[in-house]
């Protein structure tokens, strides 16, 4: 058993958490972090996908990109095709951004990752307390014995009991065939819904002959691992999608429309409301969420208490998520109508809107 203190801990060593930290660490940050990791090591268990226009860290990265994308109502109908012109779908790969963020923080002693930490008590601080000057009061404790405290926890666990208007749940398997079309993402293809709501699978051709097949729902209530792996392996025969092997699988569940305004001040990344409600992307969101909390962390004196420390909510995006409420309630109170909703956004929207209303920047022209 051991007990240690530093400036902040980040609970969870995921997207947000790595990311976070990876801002911090380009900042310059001089304060002491420690990231605490349930996982025993880092595996290939997941990929992000994004679109943008410009070059970036997360592009260079990047296993695939494309600038076309497609939907498909039903099994029969003609796909409706975008092309992005200036803009790219990018696919990250988690193995990929895992080494990079670690990499990135290997000479950085202000940073400390620790694996295999499994909490059981966390304690936060009064959000009324501001951070400079401020005592270590709040603690962590691990299933090893250890105690952790800290000025500041940033806790980026989904947490189990906040809900959420509707659920994405989706599970993939990657796959080698020859029935590849390496040019183009099938975004929503075999788009449908029941009562349950809207389903739908979606196609990454990552080489000529390796696919990530995904079958996705729009629910009401969460859909585990195990049921989501029987629909998504069910859809595969059912379009009669043929492969030789499965280099691995993944699964996630998304909260879609969480209530913002009971969202704890240390909540952060899924848990903070960084995905966009309407669509569950969220990696270049919370990319830009980690570089502006760093820019606070890292001022010579901070004097903002722990809630407005942590605050984020930019200026001018109440509409986007107004509207996104909106849809969202439009999908839950009519779910058999859901597929026909999705299709028509895409049909209706040209390429460029598309790409700026799925980058949070639609004009109210576009919509």
Same mark, same amino acid.
């Given at each position: 058993m051991r007990s240690t203190t530093s400036d902040i801990i980040i609970i969870g060593g995921g997207c947000s958490g790595l990311a976070l930290a990876y801002a911090l660490s380009k900042a310059s940050c001089s304060l002491s972090i420690?990231?605490?990791?349930?996982?025993?090591?880092?595996?290939?268990?997941?990929?992000?996908?994004?679109?943008?226009?410009?070059?970036?860290?997360?592009?260079?990265?990047?296993?695939?990109?494309?600038?076309?994308?497609?939907?498909?109502?039903?099994?029969?109908?003609?796909?409706v095709v975008h092309q992005g012109q200036d803009w790219f779908y990018y696919c990250l790969a988690a193995k990929d951004y895992y080494h990079f963020v670690q990499q990135s923080l290997l000479h950085n002693y202000h940073i400390k990752l620790e694996m295999n930490q499994t909490i059981t008590e966390v304690q936060y601080a009064d959000p009324e307390q501001p951070?400079?000057?401020?005592?270590?009061?709040?603690?962590?404790?691990?299933?090893?014995?250890?105690?952790?405290?800290?000025?500041? /926890?940033?806790?980026?666990?989904?947490?189990?009991?906040?809900?959420?208007?509707?659920?994405?749940?989706?599970?993939?398997?990657?796959?080698?065939?020859?029935?590849?079309?390496?040019? /183009?993402?099938?975004? !929503?293809?075999?788009?449908r819904a029941d009562k349950d709501g809207v389903r739908f699978n979606y196609i990454l051709p990552l080489t000529p002959n390796r696919v990530l097949f995904e079958h996705t729902r729009f629910?009401?209530?969460?859909?585990?691992?195990?049921? !989501?792996?029987?629909?998504?392996?069910?859809? !595969?025969?059912? /379009?009669?999608?043929?492969?030789?092997? /499965?280099?691995?699988?993944?699964?996630?569940?998304?909260? !879609?429309?969480?209530?913002?305004?009971?969202?704890?001040?240390?909540?952060?990344g899924t848990a903070g409301g960084a995905l966009r409600d309407a669509s569950g992307y969220g990696f270049l969101r919370i990319q830009s969420w980690a570089e502006r909390i760093a820019s606070k962390l890292s001022q010579p004196e901070i004097t903002l208490p722990l809630n407005q420390l942590m605050a984020d909510k930019p200026e001018g995006k109440e509409w986007i998520t107004w509207l996104d409420m909106l849809f969202l309630k439009t999908i839950k109170n009519n779910p058999s109508d859901s597929a026909s909703y999705f299709f028509r956004l895409a049909k209706n929207l040209n390429s460029q809107q598309f790409m700026r209303f799925m980058t949070d920047s639609p004009s109210k022209m576009d919509l």
């Open positions: 420690r990231i605490l990791e349930s996982r025993s090591h880092y595996s290939n268990d997941r990929t992000w996908c994004f679109w943008t226009k410009s070059k970036n860290e997360w592009t260079e990265l990047a296993c695939q990109r494309w600038n076309k994308w497609s939907f498909q109502l039903g099994d029969e109908g003609k796909p951070f400079s000057g401020a005592k270590p009061e709040a603690m962590v404790k691990t299933q090893a014995g250890d105690t952790y405290q800290a000025k500041l /926890i940033i806790d980026t666990r989904q947490p189990i009991d906040r809900q959420s208007m509707l659920y994405q749940s989706f599970f993939g398997i990657e796959i080698k065939t020859n029935e590849a079309s390496p040019d /183009i993402v099938s975004l !929503m293809h075999n788009l629910s009401q209530n969460p859909i585990d691992k195990q049921s !989501m792996e029987a629909q998504c392996q069910d859809e !595969m025969r059912r /379009i009669k999608c043929q492969y030789k092997a /499965i280099f691995r699988k993944e699964y996630g569940c998304l909260p !879609m429309g969480m209530d913002q305004n009971n969202i704890p001040y240390y909540s952060a």
